[in-house]
């Protein structure tokens, strides 16, 4: 338009608030990601355990089914205790394998089709700071795996607690707070370690056997180190296994590593500061070529 014109106008209209402004990256990013139907039918998948597990905290306080178990069983009875191991063992570990892929499928392509592009340079000069664009693309995989961690926990944790009745909501307490806790720090570490190697790796396969040698890869070689060095000190390395120790601690299950739950939290704050420097380093408006 030319100048001596003077015909623009400035855009007078509703702005949109500051803070919600980088909402609109994971608004597309959840419809690409809803748009693959075999990621759908895989969410979909991810309720069926919570579900059964449902059915069996049920089914105990269903007089029916008591009375026609006593029958068949001669009175043995419903023998499942709804204990911190039966939400650990049964429904995080379980949950936490299905958590590990949907990030292996989703995670790996959050940043690097950005990169590959070159499209960080239009994202960052739209009011949104780098810190931001990070939170709108973890913002996607943190709800994937909230949906089914934490709110399918607490629900059973509370369909139990009401079932049950009797204070065992106050008495069994810290199941619900470790189911809440232990599923964030999963997700922290799960959106923290895929962003990062989305970042550093532009190529979708290869960027999920990096996220694949992390978690796994990771673990034999921390068993090789213990086996070679004949200590228990390789494990730091294995991050599967000290989100195994931390959970434990959290849930007050005993567990088989031999790894200081202290250790084990330095392990994962340390994996974490290390995927934030990472990404500080790589998201930017524009990139240095030597």
Not at 273 to 286: E, H, P, Q, S, T
Request: a positive charge; hydrophobic letters at 55%; charged letters at 10%.
């Amino acid at each position: 338009m030319a100048v001596y014109e003077r015909t623009y106008r400035p855009y007078t209209g509703p702005l949109t608030p500051e803070w919600s402004r980088f909402l609109v990256l994971p608004n597309y990013a959840f419809r690409e990601v809803f748009q693959k139907k075999l990621l759908v039918a895989f969410l979909v998948s991810c309720f069926v355990w919570p579900l059964i597990m449902a059915i069996l905290i049920y089914l105990p306080h269903n007089v029916s089914f008591l009375q026609l178990l006593n029958q068949q069983t001669g009175g043995t009875g419903f023998r499942i205790s709804f204990n911190a191991t039966f939400f650990l063992r049964g429904f995080m570990v379980p949950q936490g394998i299905l958590s590990f892929l949907m990030a292996f499928f989703v995670g790996p392509a959050l940043i690097s089709s950005d990169l590959r592009n070159n499209a960080l340079p239009l994202y960052l000069a739209r009011p949104f700071s780098r810190w931001e664009y990070i939170a709108g693309k973890a913002l996607v995989l943190m709800s994937l795996l909230s949906l089914i961690t934490w709110i399918p926990g607490l629900l059973l944790f509370l369909l139990q607690a009401y079932l049950a009745g009797d204070g065992w909501l106050f008495d069994n307490l810290r199941i619900g707070v470790a189911i809440f806790l232990a599923s964030w720090i999963y997700i922290a570490i799960l959106c923290l370690v895929s962003l990062a190697i989305s970042a550093y790796v532009k190529w979708k396969p290869l960027a999920r056997l990096g996220l694949f040698g992390v978690f796994v890869v990771a673990g034999g070689l921390s068993g090789v180190l213990n086996f070679t060095l004949r200590t228990d000190w390789g494990s730091v390395i294995n991050l599967a296994d000290m989100i195994r120790v931390v959970w434990s601690s959290l849930f007050g299950v005993s567990t088989w590593s031999a790894t200081p739950v202290w250790a084990a939290w330095l392990s994962l704050l340390s994996a974490c500061g290390i995927c934030v420097l990472l990404l500080r380093r790589k998201i930017r408006a524009y990139e240095v070529v030597n």
